[in-house]
């Protein structure tokens, strides 16, 4: 009965090591990494995020982030990122973004549909007074896609900070994660028989 339990116990260990924690990317106090290069490669456990700018180098402060200077400005500068597993990505810090779209920012992905947002306060899911935008919907970015960041007009300029996202387990792993699950069941049954 003992070596039951522990096998069960097993199986139970392996079950949330397939499942995906919120993670968080911050792009401020990262000037050994960012400042002027024009594209970026950076690895975080299985993960490899990708970050390329248009319109100028990367500056990255202890509390700001932008292209050139400490701003991504105008819709020249652009910041575009990609990741190596799929992401749903849940949360979105800014700074500086204005009251509507002459000074907000503007997002958009590669994705099928493709999103295109201008964020401002009274978007919603955006939060104008610590500018977080919060999808109702995670933005799912697959391999191979992206999504960048400019301004939403010429005469707008704002920081990126960070973003927190899931990585969505490769289906191997989902699939193995869905047969320690039926495994449970089948010894969960027998033990309780």
Do not use: C, W
């Amino acid at each position: 009965m003992q070596n039951k339990i522990n096998l069960l116990l097993l199986i139970l260990s392996l079950v949330p090591a397939l499942v995906s924690a919120q993670q968080t990317y911050s792009f401020l106090d990262k000037g050994s990494i960012y400042d002027n290069k024009t594209s970026v490669q950076e690895t975080i456990g299985a993960l490899m995020i990708t970050a390329t700018s248009s319109g100028g180098v990367f500056n990255s402060n202890k509390s700001n982030f932008g292209i050139v200077d400490t701003t991504i400005n105008g819709t020249a500068e652009i910041v575009t990122l990609s990741f190596s597993q799929t992401v749903e990505i849940t949360l979105i810090d800014f700074s500086g973004i204005g009251s509507d779209v002459a000074d907000g920012a503007k997002i958009s992905t590669t994705t099928t549909p493709a999103l295109s947002l201008d964020l401002h306060t009274g978007v919603p899911g955006f939060n104008g007074n610590n500018d977080i935008y919060t999808p109702a919907t995670p933005i799912r970015l697959e391999p191979g896609e992206s999504i960048t960041f400019t301004g939403s007009s010429d005469s707008s300029g704002f920081e990126l900070h960070r973003i927190e996202y899931n990585v969505i387990p490769e289906m191997s792993a989902q699939s193995l994660g869905t047969g320690a699950a039926a495994l449970t069941l089948v010894i969960l049954s027998r033990l309780l028989q």
